[in-house]
């Protein structure tokens, strides 16, 4: 049960009903992370641009930026995120086996070896971020990343334990 009000569609006026529009023609709907976020329209509306900024735009395909998320928000045991996410990856055309793949044993996935250094790094920066040796970062530059890519995904990386941190402790429930 979530922990904090939810502010609806119905419920939603002026700045909140205006920033739920965009939502719905990006998202197709308002999802219960951003009704959560909603009961402090400015918190709502950094936020969203944050998501836009960080996940709808940039160097990065959205596909990597997607396993990015499920792995980091599994890494912090966020049931909400890893859901939303696994479905978007759906969406985008993975499927489910190899979703599952990625969750359990990242290394014997059906992906690229170039992704699963990346997704390793992903969760060694959630879980312990003090250990990455300037070897382990410098695989990432190896693999032909440059300086903006490593910041955009850190950046993704930073917005999903935000969010896992927020969703967790207000017990939001995954409303797909």
């Known amino acids: 049960m979530n922990r904090t009000k939810l502010v609806s569609e119905e419920e939603a006026e002026g700045l909140v009903e205006e920033i739920y529009g965009g ?4 998202f197709g709907g308002v999802p219960n992370l951003f009704k959560a976020l909603a009961v402090k329209p400015g918190i709502l509306k950094a936020n969203l641009e944050k998501v836009k900024s960080i996940m709808m735009t940039g160097d990065l395909d959205r596909t990597l930026k997607e396993m990015v998320a499920v792995v980091v ?12 996410h696994s479905a978007f990856l ?20 059906d992906i690229s070896k170039k992704r699963k250094k990346i997704l390793n790094f992903a969760v060694q920066s959630t879980t312990n971020p003090h250990q990455i040796s300037d070897a382990e970062f ?7 990343f440059t300086d903006a890519e490593i910041v955009e995904l850190v950046s993704v990386i930073d917005l999903f334990t935000s969010f896992n941190i927020f969703l967790d402790t207000l017990e939001v429930q995954l409303d797909l």
């Open 23 to 26: 939502i719905k023609k990006d």
């Open 73 to 84: 928000s599994e890494a912090n045991g966020c049931d909400y995120c890893v859901g939303a």
């Open 90 to 109: 759906n969406q985008l055309g993975v499927k489910e086996e190899t979703i599952n793949e990625v969750l359990t044993d990242i290394d014997s996935a």
């Open 138 to 144: 410098n695989q990432i530059k190896e693999l032909g």
